[in-house]
């Protein structure tokens, strides 16, 4: 079985992506299957079923998500092998910049989207950064020049990746999308294996509960924000 | 790692290449003259190293990779998203979608314009597409496509970047909270120009020229009206982008010259595809290309009567351009201002 990680920030049309791609791989009698992880609540799981392919939805809700992931992955996988998938594809919303649910050895896939702005692929970090595949969606909307701009910093950030353009309603490109899907890592064992980047170290008091604010009530591993140091009046 | 230990200006260059990396990477900028990888990250704080998420290889290893990419930047034949130079563009029969093979092999050259004519769904998007993907026959429509002759080189293929259509069209806008200037000044820097900012200027100056209505560097892109926002994405994409073909699917009809804009093309050199449902346009390619059920139909060379159509309707459109200005400004109109048309 392969395994696809698929990452983005909320609404850039991961989904609708992976809908059209994973629709061309079936049509080679590939059996496909999604896992999708978000955070609070989630409808998609409807959109993959009512295109009749088998679909798994892990919300994470008032647990960290990318620990949430890293957690879940591997019985997600047994999920796909008992129901001999040939693809399963890992869809992650919600997570936060500062994360990646990308995993040496198997395909990473991030999609942005060009109406979030030229500014974004410096915004987005390891998500982008360790991805082996970038695909840009709402193409369709901007301009030219803006496309091209969105391509060069998204490069500026990740030297490596493949760059490619899907427009996740008429699934232009998502051929293409399918034939790089085609060609990712198989049967590559995922238990003993490595994120592509660590999670966050996130175990202060918030982590447990904390609802109160103050000093007092922060403790574990705490990261302030250096203020600049006071102007003392001169004289 | 790379040794960076020269003469006082690499140790300058070096330095501002890591700040730069550093900055990209959400890291904190390096202390003055810093320009070790190693120093920098023995003296970042413990807390800073472990909420980057770094390690130091990792870190030594994208540096390496963006020094790389910087030097091949500054290579300006190999500069961002530069397609290769199109001498001649093949697109070999395919089949249409009940599997009857096409009667034609296309060549396209620079300077040429194409238009596509077809029914909605009768597969434009699809024969721009294998262009823009370079087909090789593994493409529904088992096309294949070769340029200057060859089959593209593996590596190329599927990457939106090196790909090699630019796109116009009627839902494109832009979307970025910028001056005209400051935007083009940014195309232009994207793609490592040595001049930008000549660039601009004419990009700009071909811009207006096109536009019914004038507008400057100070514009924000967003307010531009419709025949502005197409003449300046026109002229941007003749000047700024290195795509080889342009893709104009129906130019509107208000507020842009488009005779201009397809001269202005076809004097960069651009090979350009017109998907247009306009007479006048349809019939000022140097080719027609009949699409149907998938497939290249018939292609078709405008003749002397078809030639004296198109100069027919120009003439009515400028009659009909003619009473729209004069509306437009609050005058009044009479039969005289359309005797032309009759």
């Known amino acids: ?235 | 790692m790379n040794e960076m230990k020269t003469s006082p200006a690499a140790d300058a260059q070096a330095d501002t290449r890591l700040g730069a990396f550093l900055a990209l990477n959400h890291l904190p900028a390096p202390a003055e003259g810093m320009v070790s990888l190693e120093a920098y990250w023995e003296a970042l704080p413990w807390e800073e190293r472990e909420a980057s998420g770094f390690s130091l290889e990792k870190l030594a290893a994208d540096f390496r990779d963006f020094l790389a990419r910087a030097e091949s930047e500054g290579d300006s034949c190999n500069s961002f998203g530069q397609a290769p130079a199109i001498e001649e563009l093949i697109v070999l029969r395919g089949h249409d979608k009940n599997g009857q093979p096409e009667q034609f092999d296309l060549t396209f050259r620079p300077g040429e314009v194409v238009c596509l004519v077809g029914p909605t769904g009768a597969g434009k998007s699809r024969f721009l597409a294998d262009i823009e993907c370079m087909a090789q026959g593994d493409t529904p429509t088992g096309r294949r496509v070769l340029i200057n002759g060859q089959p593209p080189a593996g590596a190329d293929r599927f990457s939106g970047e090196s790909g090699l259509v630019a796109q116009i069209t009627q839902n494109m806008n832009f979307i970025m909270d910028l001056t005209v200037a400051e935007f083009l000044l940014m195309h232009a820097e994207s793609r490592a120009l040595a001049e930008p900012g000549k660039t601009v200027e004419r990009v700009l100056a071909a811009a207006v020229d096109m536009a019914g209505e004038p507008f400057n560097g100070q514009t924000q892109v967003t307010q531009l009206s419709g025949g502005q926002s197409r003449a300046l994405m026109i002229a941007d994409a003749a000047f700024l982008s290195p795509k080889p073909i342009v893709l104009i699917d129906e130019i509107e009809n208000a507020g842009v010259d488009r005779q201009r804009a397809l001269r202005l093309f076809v004097e960069k050199g651009k090979i350009v595809l017109l998907s247009t449902h306009d007479p006048i346009l349809a019939l000022s390619g140097d080719r027609r290309l009949v699409i149907r059920n998938g497939a290249v139909t018939d292609v078709i060379e405008p003749d002397p009567g078809e030639a004296e159509v198109r100069a027919r309707l120009a003439r009515l459109d400028a009659v009909v351009a003619g009473v729209r200005e004069r509306l437009r400004t609050g005058g009044r109109v009479s039969p005289e201002d359309i005797a032309e048309a009759d």
């Open chain 1, 1 to 235: 079985m392969q395994l696809i990680t698929v990452g983005g920030p909320p609404a850039c049309g991961k989904s609708s992506v992976i809908l059209k791609t994973i629709q061309h791989l079936r049509e080679e009698g590939r059996k496909v299957g999604v896992v999708k992880f978000d955070c609070l609540s989630s409808q998609d799981a409807e959109l993959f079923e009512a295109a009749g392919f088998p679909v798994l939805t892990g919300i994470s809700s008032n647990y960290c998500p990318d620990h949430f992931f890293v957690t879940n992955i591997e019985d997600c996988e047994q999920w796909g092998r008992r129901l001999g998938l040939d693809v399963l594809i890992s869809e992650s919303a919600g997570l936060c910049n500062r994360c990646a649910p990308h995993i040496k050895g198997f395909l990473a896939v991030c999609v942005l989207d060009n109406l979030s702005g030229v500014g974004t692929p410096r915004k987005v970090g390891p998500m982008l950064k360790t991805a082996d595949l970038v695909v840009i969606t709402k193409g369709d909307i901007v301009s030219q020049a803006e496309r091209e701009v969105f391509a060069y910093r998204v490069r500026q950030v990740n030297a490596k990746a493949r760059i490619v353009f899907v427009n996740g309603i008429t699934g232009q490109g998502s051929w293409e999308l399918s034939r790089l899907w085609r060609e990712a890592p198989d049967e590559v064992p995922l238990t003993g294996g490595k994120m592509r980047f660590s999670v966050p170290t996130a175990v202060c008091s918030y982590c447990f509960g904390e609802l109160r604010i103050g000093e007092e009530h922060q403790q574990g591993t705490v990261r302030k924000i250096r203020l600049p140091e006071p102007e003392t009046n001169a004289g």
